[in-house]
Nanobody
Framework: QVQLVESGGGLVQAGGSLRLSCAAS????????MGWFRQAPGKEREFVAA????????AYADSVKDRFTISRDNAKNTVYLQMNSLKAEDTAVYYC????????????????WGQGTQVTVSS
C-alpha cells in the first residue's frame, strides 16, 4: 500500500499562484509515475499533470500547459505542482495519485489516491 497526503490548497485570486505538495509513504518502491488530477463540482475527475519517478518525463493537460509545473523530490518522496496564472476554471479538488505502471492521463491507470486538497480561485 502507498499512502498519499496532499497539502497546499487554499483560496487565491485569479492570476495568483499556489504550490501543492504530495507526500508518499508506505510501499513507494513500486511507484513508477505520480500524477495530479482535479475534480470540479458536477464534473468528472480530469488529468492535470504527471511525472515519472525516475528520469525526466512529464506530461500536462493542454488546459494547464505553460502555467503549471510538476516536479519531484525523490529523497522526500514528494511531488509538487506549481500553479501560476490561476484562473477561476482551475477551481477544483486536486488529487495526487500513484501509478505502478506507465505514464497515462487515464485516472483508471492509477492505483493509489490521496484525499484531495481544495483549490479555489476567485475572479
Amino acid at each position: 500500500q502507498v499512502q498519499l497526503v496532499e497539502s497546499g490548497g487554499g483560496l487565491v485570486q485569479a492570476g495568483g499562484s499556489l504550490r501543492l505538495s504530495c507526500a508518499a509513504s508506505g510501499r513507494t518502491f513500486n511507484t513508477a509515475v505520480m500524477g495530479w488530477f482535479r475534480q470540479a463540482p458536477g464534473k468528472e475527475r480530469e488529468f492535470v499533470a504527471a511525472i515519472r519517478w525516475s528520469g525526466s518525463s512529464t506530461a500536462y493537460a493542454d488546459s494547464v500547459k505553460d502555467r503549471f509545473t510538476i516536479s519531484r523530490d525523490n529523497a522526500k518522496n514528494t511531488v509538487y505542482l506549481q500553479m501560476n496564472s490561476l484562473k477561476a476554471e482551475d477551481t477544483a479538488v486536486y488529487y495526487c495519485a500513484v501509478s505502478t505502471g506507465y505514464m497515462s492521463d487515464n485516472r483508471f491507470r492509477y492505483d493509489y489516491w490521496g484525499q484531495g486538497t481544495q483549490v479555489t480561485v476567485s475572479s
